[in-house]
């Protein structure tokens, strides 16, 4: 029982330890180059990556770099209604159009094709996102919680 013990506190010493350190320099310039008109910025340790979230005119965005400042992905908030036909026809005639729209994100990553990540719901316990490429097809899905 106290080799459980310790091992837990250990666990919780190490993620306690991996949330307050600080952003890199090479982190905050990178995006402050990439995104100069960002405002209400935030930022989160994710352990692999930093994610830095804020608002640019108009909508709210997801930003992540790896610890070299190195640019890996984009996800900016949207509306379904900003969706191409293609994507809208798309979900429409697949097998989740009874479930509500919760959320719809653009998500541009480094060297892959922008994804379109829509989430949908049945119930409290069923949830799924959707990921669309430009032209409407559902490449994935994925439950979430």
Not at 29 to 56: C, G, H, I, Q, R
Not at 98 to 113: L, T
Not at 120 to 131: A, G, H, Q
């Amino acid at each position: 029982m106290k080799i459980i013990t310790t091992i837990l506190i250990s666990m919780i010493c190490n993620l306690v330890s991996a949330q307050v350190r600080s952003i890199p320099a090479e982190v905050t310039e990178a995006f402050k180059e990439k995104y100069p008109n960002a405002k209400m910025v935030t930022w989160k340790d994710n352990l692999s990556n930093f994610e830095a979230d804020f608002t640019d005119a108009s909508h709210k965005f997801e930003v992540k770099f790896n610890s070299k400042g190195e640019w890996l992905e984009t996800a900016r908030k949207i509306e379904f209604d900003e969706l191409n036909d293609d994507i809208k026809d798309g979900f429409k005639k697949g097998k989740y159009t009874d479930w509500q729209i919760r959320g719809v994100k653009e998500i541009v990553s480094f060297e892959k094709p922008t994804l379109y990540r829509i989430l949908v719901r049945k119930n409290d316990l069923e949830k799924k996102y959707l990921f669309f490429d430009k032209k409407g097809q559902l490449k994935r899905e994925s439950l979430t919680l």
